[in-house]
Each structure stands twice: as structure tokens, then as C-alpha cells.
């Protein structure tokens, strides 16, 4: 039996029973952070390329299989990256637990996490975005979670994959073109630009931030940065995918007129637009939601920026960074949501004044991953931000003083968030945390905090994630 059979099965036949169970939260985070938990331990304990014997089955990993007329088939990088969506998924559902994140998530978290296996699997990798839409749509339901009223971030996260499907498949197409005539290169050349045009619009740095912003904003918390962690783990391991397969791609120009300029440049300079737009967006908001939504933004610019550094960087800072955010994004989701929840579903300044003071714990959990988004020292995104801005300050001091900029931007946001958590609460009513509440955001405090304060804990999972990338060739 393929690997891949089990990634997109397993987790289907999950989410039917979690559906059955959907109207009692606790059998069905149990069921479904079960399920995830098990298939992510699964990929990141078996070998790639070697027979294991699961429930009396051979399964091999990386064994290619023919469905629906597609072929699929698991690559090593792959297999670590659906791995690590599924433990991400599993830790969502646990603070899901907690606070309702809607009905419809567990079941639902567990067929987009098997339909993002199909994105990552399908072979050849120019139907990627064909899938990636149709995952949006299913994504929807839970970025919706039963919520009346605007329908922004549902829409908007469907825009640039659906444009990015024509420019795949006419790449493609002259992909296969290109031996009829072989003296010529034109071809490729076309095949490079649209599919450099096509990355561009996934990988989204500024300005087609837009969408991101929207799902951060409306999606409830812990969906939002689940979808979001998934979703830049797809664009970053599609890339890989086409630059290992196709390696005229690397350094391919979008435009005759400009030969030089490439996506590489693109990323580098649009991730640097990125972080100093959502440094200066943040520090002027009032709504803790958005200031959450361009915190996330400004980790992304930061992984889009080691990207574009390509040979001059490593895609193990890539994979650092984004490892890094991923965590920082859980954490402060969660203290997102609980602060949310008790605010009544709203999370402007008027409506959170106070709230800090009865919901300390939490308060700091959403505080601290904020911190650690922004890259700031004795966090868990300290690190990866600290070997980005030795890496842009080795080239051109200025990118990295822009990059600075957005981080503080962000902190000036995040200081007067924490003036409106410590205001004076007007609800005297309001409840304390519970006990379990507090346990779960002393565990993610742990998680930002102890990497930075002794690295030697990550050790061991970052020299995986490292080993299963670094050996990929040099940025676009």
C-alpha cells in the first residue's frame, strides 16, 4: 500500500466519525487530535524510501499510485511537511477544545488537512493549484464557522489560487512542447515566466497580502492560523518541488524587457514591502484581530525574504522561520480566542479594555506569540529573524533596517494592545480562567519561551527539518 493512500484516507474515514460526534466537543477533539496526532508521527517515524508493516499492511511510503486518472507520490520533504500539519492540527484541536472554534472545524480541519496531502502529491506538480483551489473552498465552511454577515475572508482566500490555475497549466503545456522543437528555447522560456507569474500569486508578498490579512481578520483564531501555517507551507514546498524538478526554473526572467527581473528579486524585495507594510499597518490598529493578522504577515514577509536570497541563504532558515511562526501563530491564536470569546466575539480596544487583568495567562500567551512573530529576543522567532538580518545586513544594511522597522512598528502596536488589556475592566462580572485554561497557555508560553532560553530542547526536531531540506537546490 502507497503512503499516500493512507495520508488521504485515513484522515477522511477520521472526520466521518468526528462528524457523528460533532455536537459533543470532547469526544470529538479527542477523536480528531487523535487522528492527526497518529498520521503526524506516522510520516515523521517512517522512512521515506523503505517497506514498514502498519495494522498488518506493507506500506511504502513513497510508492507512487494512479487516482481518478492522477498520479500521486510522496517525496521526503513532502512527507515531513504533511507531518508537520498534521501535529499542527492536533495541538489546534486541543485549544479548540477549549474554546469553540465552530462545529464544523474538527470534521472539516481533517479533510483539508487530506486534501492539502493531495496538493502536495499530485504529480506533475502543475495541478497543484487546481486542487489548492478547490481545498479554499472546502475551507470556506470553516472560515465561515456558521458566522453571519461578511463573507471577505471566505472570497478572498479563493482569488489567487483560482488565478494562478490558467498560468500552471498553459506552463505545462509548453513544457511539453518544448522537445518538438529542441533547438529552441523559447518554450521554456514562456514555460519559466508563467510559472514564475503563477508562484508569484500563491506565494503572495505585498500587495497581494490582501487575502491574508481577510482570513486572519474573520476566520476564527485558531483556523485562521492553522489555514495560514498550511498554506504557506504549500506555496514554499510547491516551489521546491518544480526547482527540483525543473531546474531551468532557477533564474528564469518574468519579462523580456527585464531580464533581471526574476522571481527571486520579486520575493526579496516584495517580502521586505511586506514586513515594513504590516509593521507600520500594526502599529496603528485598534482592533487586536488585525494587529494579530499583520504580525503573522510580518513572519511571512520574513520567510519570503529568505527565499529570495536563495543561493546567498539556505532553506533551512526558510524552514527555521517558518517553523518558528507556525508556533508563535498556535500560541498566540489561542490567547486570541479566549480573550475574543470573553469579549463576545469582539476584539477592538473598547471591548478588551481590562480583559487582561482577569485573563492574565492567556492575555500573555497572545502577547508573548505576538512578540515572537515580530522576531523579538528570548522568543521563539528570535532566532530564525536574528540569522535573516546577518544574512540581509551581510549584502545591504538598508533591507536590514526596513526589516527592523516593521518588527518595531509591530511592538508599538502590541504596547498599546497591552494598555488596552490593563485598562480598567468594565465588567466586573466577568470570570476568572479556569484551571485548564491556564495549564494550555502556560504549555504554549513554554513553547515561545524555552527554545530562546535554552536552544538545545529544539535541537533534535530542527536537525530533522533541516535534514529533510537543505539538500534542496538554491532559491528561484
Do not use: K
Not at 2 to 31: D, K, N
Not at 313 to 342: C, F, P
Not at 369 to 378: I, R
Amino acid at each position: 500500500m502507497s503512503g499516500v493512500v493512507l495520508v488521504l484516507t485515513l484522515p477522511l474515514l477520521a472526520a466521518l466519525l468526528v462528524y457523528l460526534l460533532r455536537r459533543w466537543p470532547l469526544p470529538s477533539s479527542i477523536v480528531a487530535g487523535a487522528a492527526a496526532l497518529t498520521l503526524g508521527l506516522l510520516l515523521w517515524r517512517w522512512p521515506n524510501a523503505e517497506p514498514v508493516l502498519f495494522l498488518g499492511r506493507v506500506v511504502q511510503v513513497n510508492a507512487p499510485v494512479v487516482l481518478l486518472g492522477q498520479n500521486f507520490a510522496m517525496q521526503p520533504t513532502v512527507q515531513w511537511v504533511l507531518g508537520w500539519l498534521a501535529l499542527v492540527l492536533a495541538v489546534t484541536y486541543l485549544g479548540a477544545w477549549r474554546v469553540s472554534q465552530g462545529r464544523t472545524f474538527y470534521p472539516f480541519g481533517l479533510v483539508l488537512l487530506s486534501l492539502f496531502g493531495a496538493v502536495l502529491t499530485i504529480q506533475p506538480a502543475w495541478l497543484a493549484p487546481i486542487l489548492l483551489a478547490g481545498v479554499m473552498a472546502v475551507a470556506a465552511f470553516v472560515i465561515q464557522a456558521g458566522r453571519r454577515g461578511s463573507t471577505r475572508g471566505a472570497l478572498r482566500a479563493l482569488w489567487l489560487p483560482v488565478l494562478a490555475i490558467p498560468l500552471f497549466l498553459l506552463a505545462a503545456w509548453f513544457v511539453e512542447q518544448a522537445p518538438l522543437d529542441p533547438e529552441s528555447s523559447q518554450a521554456l522560456q514562456l514555460a519559466g515566466q508563467l510559472a514564475s507569474v503563477g508562484l508569484l500569486l500563491l506565494l503572495a508578498p505585498w500587495p497581494l497580502h490582501g487575502p491574508f490579512v481577510s482570513l486572519g481578520e474573520e476566520a476564527p483564531p485558531l483556523v485562521a492560523a492553522w489555514l495560514l501555517t498550511a498554506l504557506a507551507a504549500t506555496a514554499i514546498t510547491l516551489l521546491q518541488a518544480l526547482l527540483v524538478q525543473y531546474e531551468w526554473l532557477q533564474g528564469a526572467s518574468l519579462f523580456y524587457a527585464l531580464p533581471t527581473l526574476r522571481l527571486a528579486e520579486l520575493l526579496l524585495y516584495g517580502g521586505m514591502a511586506t514586513c515594513l507594510w504590516s509593521g507600520l499597518a500594526g502599529a496603528v490598529q485598534t482592533n487586536i484581530s488585525r494587529l494579530w493578522s499583520y504580525a503573522a504577515l510580518f513572519a511571512y514577509g520574513a520567510v519570503l525574504i529568505s527565499v529570495g536570497l536563495g543561493a546567498r541563504g539556505s532553506w533551512a532558515l526558510v524552514w527555521l522561520l517558518l517553523i518558528a511562526r507556525g508556533v508563535a501563530m498556535m500560541v498566540s491564536a489561542y490567547g486570541l480566542a479566549v480573550v475574543r470569546q470573553r469579549a463576545g466575539s469582539r476584539s477592538d480596544f473598547a471591548s478588551i479594555q481590562g480583559l487582561g487583568t482577569r485573563l492574565p495567562w492567556t492575555s500573555a500567551a497572545f502577547l508573548f506569540g505576538v512578540l515572537s512573530l515580530a522576531g523579538m529576543p528570548l522568543t521563539a522567532g528570535f532566532a530564525g529573524q536574528w540569522a535573516l538580518m546577518q544574512a540581509l545586513g551581510s549584502q545591504d544594511w538598508l533591507q536590514a533596517v526596513i526589516v527592523l522597522a516593521g518588527a518595531l512598528g509591530l511592538a508599538a502596536g502590541l504596547i498599546r494592545s497591552l494598555s488596552a488589556l490593563l485598562g480598567p475592566l468594565g465588567n466586573l462580572l466577568l470570570e476568572r480562567e479556569e484551571r485548564i485554561m491556564i495549564a494550555l497557555a502556560a504549555l504554549g508560553l513554554a513553547a515561545i519561551l524555552l527554545p530562546a532560553l535554552y536552544p538545545e530542547i529544539w535541537l533534535n526536531p530542527l536537525s530533522a527539518a533541516v535534514a529533510a531540506f537543505a539538500g534542496s537546490p538554491g532559491g528561484p
